[in-house]
């Protein structure tokens, strides 16, 4: 007999460890799945956002201007005035004050080129770290809506097998009347809170996928759903 109750102690013991290695798979398995899908849609903003993609036209068109004396300045032929001067056979060149001018005018537009392009470097990330902050609040707001429109189902589908029930109860005489006027408002009133969420989540979900997604707003608001 204490055999018996053993192995039934085993098997009951490996069936909760399958049940739980079950379950927490399956919750990594939708964690996974969530986070894949958080970053598809960063990854569609950062593309498709009009600010992002008109600051990266702009660095673009700063990357491809030409080089500051190109087509002015000949290094080569620079190169090839340079003399020795000192003892050390120091080598210098030998430029015209002219040319020094020149020289400076197009190191200095050099350093200007550079630095325009830094800060228009700086100001694409500045841009895509708000708008992606942007879209974590809308999404955690969006996934709170969520949450809380599934209580509401949760709850008004409880109501209403209450309310099947009461109804019984008191076709039979058991319950008065005044005991199923309570629910079937309290039905009412979460059928309302149901709509008005199911309302603002919508709402929410299409403005974020059309004030951050430009021309790809509606993949956006695809991939939303599965937030």
């Known amino acids: 007999m204490s055999r018996k109750k053993g192995a039934v102690c085993v098997a009951a013991f490996v069936c909760s460890l399958l049940f739980l290695s079950a379950t927490a798979f399956s919750q990594t398995e939708r964690e996974?799945?969530?986070?894949?899908?958080?970053?598809?849609i960063i990854k569609v903003v950062e593309e498709n956002n009009p600010i992002l993609k008109s600051q990266r036209t702009l660095i673009e068109t700063i990357k491809q201007a030409p080089e500051p004396g190109a087509g002015f300045i000949n290094l080569e032929e620079l190169r090839s005035?340079?003399?020795k001067v000192g003892e050390q056979g120091t080598q210098a060149p030998l430029l015209t004050l002219s040319e020094v001018i020149q020289v400076d005018e197009f190191v200095q537009r050099k350093l200007d080129r550079e630095e325009t392009l830094a800060e228009a470097e700086q100001e694409y990330e500045m841009l895509k770290e708000s708008l992606i902050s942007t879209l974590m609040t809308k999404i955690i707001e969006i996934v709170k809506l969520k949450n809380r429109l599934d209580n509401f189902e949760e709850l008004k589908s409880f109501l209403e097998e209450r309310r099947d029930s009461l109804q019984k109860q008191v076709n039979v005489g058991i319950k008065e009347p005044s005991?199923?006027?309570?629910?079937?408002?309290?039905?009412?009133?979460?059928?309302?809170e149901v709509r008005n969420a199911t309302g603002e989540r919508e709402i929410l979900?299409?403005?974020?996928?059309?004030?951050?997604?430009?021309?790809?707003?509606?993949?956006?608001?695809?991939?939303?759903?599965k937030v």
């Open 179 to 192: 005991t199923l006027n309570v629910v079937l408002e309290r039905l009412i009133q979460i059928s309302l």
């Open 81 to 83: 005035k340079t003399g």
């Open 205 to 225: 979900r299409l403005e974020t996928a059309i004030s951050l997604g430009g021309q790809k707003w509606q993949d956006i608001l695809i991939l939303l759903n």
């Open 32 to 40: 996974t799945e969530s986070g894949d899908v958080l970053w598809q």
